[in-house]
């Protein structure tokens, strides 16, 4: 076989990693909401909201490695954390990191500004698009969910979308989620706890699936998304106790704020940043006194409201900016950093999804973030999930990527010599270039 047919053939097939027009862990951060003096503004006031306000509620354990580090307790039971302890911590903490797949090609490096899309949310409604309909989410969607995105090529990393509503109890929900994650997908899992023992559980099954425990510890493959605070400024008890079996087990932590505008975060969106910023920053303070160097991903999660009704709006254009503000964040302390995007406030897969969709990732994709959390699948501000979503966002993921990617500028792709020769030599259009024809795949 030969000839225009053999070709045909050849382009059908995948193209190599090499060739792909677009490729995971792409370089970002050309869109940049905040100046910066900005930045640095931004920054003096996350060090006055630990210093002089601190958080409450912290465990006894919690206090007793903080303290150890120079922090101190005030008489009504706050933790502040002082500049020196927050300088000392970000210069020993983990400033990139690798999160495993079960397999290699999986892997993804959180280096500078290299980019990942991925899943998240705790949807309790799978949406029916056919009968525009919603119902409860089970165990076995959460499987199909992995399996599907295990197969979708610009969602990098699934982490669990849905709660598992036909799982009445707690411990089995947390065992059989990260399960259903893992056996669903070779891709990096994301997952969350609600008690340390169920921590513990999981993490032997992982230690099994792994071939051992020293085999897990060298590539874990699967990270914890950890709500450790309550806002504003309040450690949440059970999750910090989750958070330390999960450091201590080598498990890589997603350090999450995620506070609402306008009701327990500051109506303004810098103030939303500074609150999310100091939260997370103790939460880095924790996970390194407990473990210097430990896995750490800079969670900052901020939600818009809609002062009128209370409501969260993830679709909205402020969202998107907050995010993009809260990566930028990310960056100039040097951490990997991971953001939500995607939200939308639709319910169904329709117009206002697409578009809502498209500017927040868009944004967030831009904004130098490591992660995209919520980029796919997500309708009704987080409360549905829908597979045809995940199809459509996929496609939509990868013509933000080659936006990410840029444009080259080199001797090559300016394009002189190629413009001499169809202009004074050749027939007097590029249809048929070699340059045109060498590009037509990449």
């Known amino acids: 076989m030969g000839g225009r047919q053999a070709r045909r053939q050849v382009r059908a097939m995948a193209l190599p ?3 792909k027009p677009v490729r995971a862990g792409q370089e970002s951060g050309r869109y940049l909401p905040l100046q910066e003096n900005e930045l640095d503004l931004i920054h003096e006031q996350v060090i006055r909201v630990l210093e002089k306000i601190g958080l409450a509620d912290a465990i006894p354990s919690c206090i007793e490695v903080m303290t150890a580090q120079g922090c101190t307790m005030t008489e009504s039971g706050r933790l502040l954390i002082p500049r020196k302890v ?8 983990a ?11 999986h892997d993804m490096l959180l280096s500078g500004s290299r980019t990942y899309f991925g899943t998240a949310g705790a949807a309790v409604h799978i949406v029916e698009p056919q009968t525009r309909t919603y119902r ?35 411990r089995e929900m947390d065992f059989n989620t990260c399960l259903a994650s893992v056996f669903g997908t070779k891709k990096h899992v994301g997952t969350s706890f609600v008690e340390p023992g169920h921590v513990e559980e999981s993490l032997r099954m992982l230690n099994i699936l792994a071939g051992s425990e020293e085999a897990w510890r060298a590539r874990p493959f699967v990270s914890m998304s950890n709500c450790f605070v309550v806002p504003p400024l309040k450690f949440a008890q059970d999750a910090c106790r989750c958070l330390e079996v999960g450091v201590y087990g080598g498990m890589p932590i997603l350090l999450l704020s995620a506070g609402q505008a306008g009701a327990t975060a500051p109506a303004t969106i810098a103030g939303a940043v500074v609150q999310a910023v100091a939260e997370v920053l103790a939460g880095l303070v924790y996970v390194n006194a407990l473990v210097p160097g430990a896995p ?23 969202q998107a900016v907050l995010m993009a503000a809260c990566a930028q964040m990310g960056r100039y302390y040097g951490l990997p950093t991971g953001i939500a995007a995607g939200m939308t406030d639709s319910k169904l897969p329709d117009a206002q999804s697409g578009y809502e969709k498209g500017y927040t990732v868009t944004l967030a994709a831009h904004s130098g973030a490591n992660l995209i959390y919520e980029s796919a699948g997500m309708q009704a501000s987080l409360l549905g999930c829908c597979p045809e979503s995940y199809v459509i966002d996929n ?37 048929g270039h070699e ?3 060498s590009r037509m795949q990449s």
């Open 86 to 93: 927050i300088e000392e911590t970000l210069e020993k903490a």
């Open 17 to 19: 990693e090499n060739l």
């Open 296 to 318: 750490a991903i800079f969670g900052t999660w901020p939600f818009v409201s809609d002062l009128r009704t209370g409501a969260m709006s993830g679709g909205s254009g402020e």
């Open 136 to 170: 409860d989410s089970t165990v076995k969607d959460l499987y199909d969910l992995a399996r599907l995105c295990d197969k979708l090529e610009h969602i990098h990393f699934f982490q669990r979308p849905i709660v598992c509503r036909d799982l009445d109890d707690p």
């Open 395 to 431: 496609d939509m993921l990868g013509a933000i990527n080659r936006t990410v990617r840029g444009i080259e500028v080199n001797e090559d792709t300016m394009a002189f010599e190629t413009m001499q020769q169809v202009c004074t030599e050749g027939p007097g259009h590029f249809l």
């Open 435 to 437: 340059q045109t024809l």
């Open 95 to 105: 400033k990139e990191m690798t999160l495993f797949g079960q397999t290699p090609e």
